[in-house]
């Protein structure tokens, strides 16, 4: 079993019992981590793509140090104009192993669910309100509502004045 997983902004192929090196995480070590940004998942040849993830799907690692990479040397010349810059980066990495993969049952911030309003109670709240602070779309709609004609070439204020 692998799964194709998000962590620190970068894609990691990972399986069970793989070490790992990530950029540098904010937990200390010894710590339990999840990442439930599973992108793909194999089980045995039963392959789960997400859009663009998978929900309910985690990965559980464990951290086992923080550390810095290689050495980079980045050399900057230009020829013949005495410009040389030497500079050197060590990334920050963290090291975790993968301890498991769940396909389904993680637990997963709960997203927030959209409410929509009936249409009754919305024109309701139109009739209540100034007429002035509605747009002249809303304004169309309720003199078509009320069976004015001619409602389409008129201007704002004067559907103000037929709805009045």
């Known amino acids: 079993m692998y799964a194709i997983v998000e962590i620190a902004g970068q894609q990691f192929k990972v399986a069970k019992d793989q070490k790992v090196y990530v950029h540098r995480l904010a937990s200390k070590e010894g710590e339990k981590v999840s990442f439930d ?10 392959v789960t793509i997400g859009a663009p993830a998978i929900n309910g799907a985690a990965v559980e690692a464990k951290v086992v140090k923080h550390l ?3 050495k980079v040397i980045v050399f900057k010349k230009k020829r013949r104009k005495g410009y040389k810059v030497k500079n050197g980066h060590r990334q920050a990495l963290t090291e975790i192993v993968i ?4 396909a389904s049952g993680a637990k997963k911030a709960a997203p927030q669910k959209e409410t929509k309003k009936a ?14 602070d509605l747009t002249v779309a809303e304004l169309r709609e309720m003199a078509k509502d009320k069976g004015i004609s001619g409602y389409s070439s008129m201007k704002k204020a004067e559907l103000i004045e037929a709805l009045s």
């Open 99 to 102: 301890e498991g993969i769940t």
């Open 119 to 132: 249409d009754a109670p919305k024109a309701e709240a139109k009739a209540g309100q100034d007429l002035n």
């Open 68 to 70: 810095k990479g290689d």
């Open 37 to 46: 940004n599973v992108l793909l998942l194999d089980d045995n040849g039963n």
